[in-house]
T-cell receptor, first 114, second 110 residues
Framework: GAGVSQSPSNKVTEKGKDVELRCDPI?????LYWYRQSLGQGLEFLIY????????KSGLPSDRFSAERTGGSVSTLTIQRTQQEDSAVYLC????????????FGPGTRLTVL | RKEVEQDPGPFNVPEGATVAFNCTYS??????FFWYRQDCRKEPKLLMS???SGNEDGRFTAQLNRASQYISLLIRDSKLSDSATYLC???????????FGKGTTLSVSS
Protein backbone atom coordinates (compact mmCIF):
# COMPACT_ATOMS: atom_id res chain seq x y z
CA GLY A 1 0.00 0.00 0.00
CA ALA A 2 0.97 3.66 -0.20
CA GLY A 3 3.36 4.89 2.40
CA VAL A 4 3.91 8.35 3.80
CA SER A 5 4.60 10.85 1.04
CA GLN A 6 6.18 14.28 1.28
CA SER A 7 6.56 17.13 -1.14
CA PRO A 8 8.64 18.68 -2.43
CA SER A 9 11.53 16.24 -2.18
CA ASN A 10 13.98 19.12 -2.43
CA LYS A 11 13.52 22.81 -1.79
CA VAL A 12 16.10 25.53 -2.25
CA THR A 13 15.15 28.96 -1.00
CA GLU A 14 16.71 32.27 -0.17
CA LYS A 15 17.16 33.48 3.35
CA GLY A 16 14.10 35.40 4.51
CA LYS A 17 11.58 33.60 2.29
CA ASP A 18 8.71 31.49 3.62
CA VAL A 19 8.44 27.79 2.74
CA GLU A 20 5.68 25.20 3.03
CA LEU A 21 6.38 21.51 3.31
CA ARG A 22 3.63 18.97 2.80
CA CYS A 23 3.05 15.53 4.29
CA ASP A 24 0.48 12.92 3.26
CA PRO A 25 0.30 10.25 5.95
CA ILE A 26 -0.73 6.65 5.51
CA UNK A 27 -4.49 6.46 5.15
CA UNK A 28 -6.16 5.79 8.47
CA UNK A 29 -3.20 6.87 10.60
CA UNK A 30 -4.48 9.33 13.16
CA UNK A 31 -1.09 10.33 14.57
CA LEU A 32 1.31 12.45 12.56
CA TYR A 33 4.74 13.75 13.52
CA TRP A 34 7.29 16.16 12.09
CA TYR A 35 11.01 15.75 12.72
CA ARG A 36 14.10 17.34 11.24
CA GLN A 37 17.56 15.96 10.70
CA SER A 38 20.44 18.35 10.31
CA LEU A 39 23.77 17.27 8.85
CA GLY A 40 25.61 15.10 11.33
CA GLN A 41 22.80 15.37 13.87
CA GLY A 42 20.16 12.99 15.08
CA LEU A 43 16.49 13.34 14.31
CA GLU A 44 14.90 16.15 16.28
CA PHE A 45 11.19 16.06 17.17
CA LEU A 46 9.20 19.12 16.12
CA ILE A 47 5.46 18.52 16.58
CA TYR A 48 2.89 15.77 17.09
CA UNK A 49 -0.69 15.73 15.79
CA UNK A 50 -3.51 13.50 16.97
CA UNK A 51 -6.23 14.08 14.44
CA UNK A 52 -6.23 17.78 13.66
CA UNK A 53 -5.00 18.94 17.04
CA UNK A 54 -1.39 19.25 18.17
CA UNK A 55 -1.09 18.17 21.81
CA UNK A 56 2.69 18.42 21.67
CA LYS A 57 4.43 21.19 19.78
CA SER A 58 7.29 21.48 22.22
CA GLY A 59 9.94 20.76 19.59
CA LEU A 60 9.23 23.73 17.33
CA PRO A 61 12.48 25.74 17.56
CA SER A 62 10.96 29.21 17.21
CA ASP A 63 7.75 31.03 16.39
CA ARG A 64 8.83 31.10 12.76
CA PHE A 65 7.80 27.44 12.63
CA SER A 66 4.15 26.41 12.52
CA ALA A 67 2.19 23.40 11.34
CA GLU A 68 -1.37 22.48 10.70
CA ARG A 69 -3.30 19.39 9.82
CA THR A 70 -6.64 19.32 8.09
CA GLY A 71 -9.24 16.59 7.69
CA GLY A 72 -7.19 14.34 9.93
CA SER A 73 -4.92 13.75 6.97
CA VAL A 74 -2.58 16.13 5.15
CA SER A 75 -0.23 18.27 7.18
CA THR A 76 1.73 21.36 6.24
CA LEU A 77 4.83 22.61 8.03
CA THR A 78 5.48 26.29 7.40
CA ILE A 79 8.75 28.06 8.08
CA GLN A 80 8.60 31.84 7.88
CA ARG A 81 11.57 34.10 7.21
CA THR A 82 13.89 31.14 6.69
CA GLN A 83 17.41 31.24 8.08
CA GLN A 84 20.46 29.27 6.98
CA GLU A 85 20.31 27.21 10.18
CA ASP A 86 16.90 25.93 9.04
CA SER A 87 18.66 23.88 6.34
CA ALA A 88 17.93 20.23 7.11
CA VAL A 89 15.90 17.24 6.01
CA TYR A 90 12.36 17.54 7.33
CA LEU A 91 10.79 14.15 7.94
CA CYS A 92 7.15 13.36 8.49
CA UNK A 93 5.95 10.17 10.14
CA UNK A 94 2.55 8.68 10.87
CA UNK A 95 1.25 5.92 13.10
CA UNK A 96 -1.97 4.13 13.93
CA UNK A 97 -3.79 5.34 17.00
CA UNK A 98 -1.61 6.17 19.95
CA UNK A 99 1.99 7.20 19.72
CA UNK A 100 3.26 3.88 21.06
CA UNK A 101 2.70 2.28 17.70
CA UNK A 102 5.40 2.01 15.03
CA UNK A 103 6.01 5.27 13.23
CA UNK A 104 6.34 5.09 9.46
CA PHE A 105 8.50 7.78 7.93
CA GLY A 106 8.21 9.57 4.63
CA PRO A 107 11.25 10.16 2.42
CA GLY A 108 11.70 13.68 3.70
CA THR A 109 12.06 17.14 2.21
CA ARG A 110 15.63 18.39 1.90
CA LEU A 111 15.53 22.14 2.59
CA THR A 112 18.48 24.31 1.67
CA VAL A 113 18.44 27.95 2.67
CA LEU A 114 20.98 30.04 0.78
CA ARG B 1 23.54 14.44 29.64
CA LYS B 2 21.97 13.87 26.23
CA GLU B 3 18.62 12.09 26.29
CA VAL B 4 19.85 9.19 24.16
CA GLU B 5 23.55 8.51 23.68
CA GLN B 6 25.20 6.12 21.27
CA ASP B 7 28.74 5.40 20.16
CA PRO B 8 28.78 6.95 16.66
CA GLY B 9 31.29 4.43 15.32
CA PRO B 10 31.92 3.71 12.56
CA PHE B 11 32.08 0.02 13.13
CA ASN B 12 33.91 -1.66 10.24
CA VAL B 13 33.49 -5.45 10.32
CA PRO B 14 33.93 -8.32 7.87
CA GLU B 15 31.04 -10.41 6.66
CA GLY B 16 30.08 -13.04 9.20
CA ALA B 17 31.23 -11.03 12.20
CA THR B 18 29.17 -10.42 15.32
CA VAL B 19 28.82 -6.78 16.31
CA ALA B 20 27.16 -5.13 19.31
CA PHE B 21 25.85 -1.59 19.67
CA ASN B 22 25.09 0.09 22.97
CA CYS B 23 22.90 2.97 23.95
CA THR B 24 22.03 4.78 27.17
CA TYR B 25 19.02 6.96 27.88
CA SER B 26 18.53 9.59 30.54
CA UNK B 27 14.80 9.52 31.31
CA UNK B 28 14.04 6.72 33.73
CA UNK B 29 10.31 7.15 33.07
CA UNK B 30 10.65 6.13 29.40
CA UNK B 31 8.40 3.19 28.59
CA UNK B 32 9.05 2.24 24.98
CA PHE B 33 12.31 1.51 23.24
CA PHE B 34 13.25 0.74 19.67
CA TRP B 35 16.05 0.26 17.20
CA TYR B 36 15.54 1.94 13.85
CA ARG B 37 17.74 1.52 10.80
CA GLN B 38 18.58 4.36 8.42
CA ASP B 39 20.27 3.79 5.08
CA CYS B 40 22.26 6.61 3.52
CA ARG B 41 19.97 9.49 2.50
CA LYS B 42 16.88 7.41 3.26
CA GLU B 43 14.21 7.62 5.94
CA PRO B 44 14.49 5.64 9.18
CA LYS B 45 12.67 2.32 9.36
CA LEU B 46 11.79 0.29 12.42
CA LEU B 47 14.19 -2.61 12.92
CA MET B 48 12.74 -3.93 16.15
CA SER B 49 11.12 -2.95 19.41
CA UNK B 50 13.04 -3.65 22.61
CA UNK B 51 11.38 -5.42 25.52
CA UNK B 52 12.54 -5.86 29.09
CA SER B 53 12.79 -9.61 28.65
CA GLY B 54 15.00 -9.21 25.60
CA ASN B 55 13.88 -10.18 22.15
CA GLU B 56 15.32 -11.75 19.06
CA ASP B 57 14.48 -11.45 15.39
CA GLY B 58 16.60 -13.73 13.26
CA ARG B 59 20.19 -12.53 13.48
CA PHE B 60 19.24 -9.52 15.61
CA THR B 61 18.93 -9.54 19.41
CA ALA B 62 17.88 -6.54 21.47
CA GLN B 63 18.25 -6.18 25.23
CA LEU B 64 16.98 -3.60 27.71
CA ASN B 65 18.33 -2.99 31.20
CA ARG B 66 15.98 -0.55 32.91
CA ALA B 67 18.07 -0.32 36.07
CA SER B 68 21.10 0.85 34.11
CA GLN B 69 19.02 2.67 31.47
CA TYR B 70 20.92 0.77 28.83
CA ILE B 71 19.83 -0.74 25.51
CA SER B 72 21.83 -3.00 23.25
CA LEU B 73 21.60 -4.50 19.78
CA LEU B 74 23.55 -7.58 18.74
CA ILE B 75 23.90 -8.52 15.09
CA ARG B 76 25.21 -12.02 14.36
CA ASP B 77 26.62 -13.27 11.06
CA SER B 78 26.79 -9.77 9.56
CA LYS B 79 25.79 -9.36 5.92
CA LEU B 80 26.85 -6.68 3.45
CA SER B 81 23.24 -5.52 3.46
CA ASP B 82 23.46 -4.76 7.19
CA SER B 83 25.60 -1.71 6.38
CA ALA B 84 23.58 1.26 7.63
CA THR B 85 23.19 3.60 10.58
CA TYR B 86 21.44 2.09 13.58
CA LEU B 87 19.38 4.50 15.65
CA CYS B 88 18.57 3.92 19.30
CA UNK B 89 15.13 5.38 19.97
CA UNK B 90 13.17 6.05 23.15
CA UNK B 91 9.67 7.42 23.62
CA UNK B 92 9.55 10.69 25.50
CA UNK B 93 7.87 10.70 28.89
CA UNK B 94 4.57 11.95 27.49
CA UNK B 95 4.63 9.22 24.87
CA UNK B 96 4.07 11.80 22.16
CA UNK B 97 7.37 11.68 20.34
CA UNK B 98 10.39 9.55 19.62
CA UNK B 99 13.76 10.69 20.93
CA PHE B 100 16.55 9.54 18.64
CA GLY B 101 20.19 8.93 19.32
CA LYS B 102 22.58 10.22 16.68
CA GLY B 103 23.10 6.70 15.42
CA THR B 104 25.89 4.17 15.10
CA THR B 105 27.27 3.57 11.64
CA LEU B 106 28.01 0.00 10.59
CA SER B 107 30.00 -0.92 7.52
CA VAL B 108 30.21 -4.60 6.61
CA SER B 109 32.83 -5.54 4.03
CA SER B 110 33.50 -8.71 2.05
Amino acid sequence: GAGVSQSPSNKVTEKGKDVELRCDPISGHTALYWYRQSLGQGLEFLIYFQGNSAPDKSGLPSDRFSAERTGGSVSTLTIQRTQQEDSAVYLCASSLGTSVNEQFFGPGTRLTVL
Amino acid sequence: RKEVEQDPGPFNVPEGATVAFNCTYSNSASQSFFWYRQDCRKEPKLLMSVYSSGNEDGRFTAQLNRASQYISLLIRDSKLSDSATYLCVVHNQAGTALIFGKGTTLSVSS
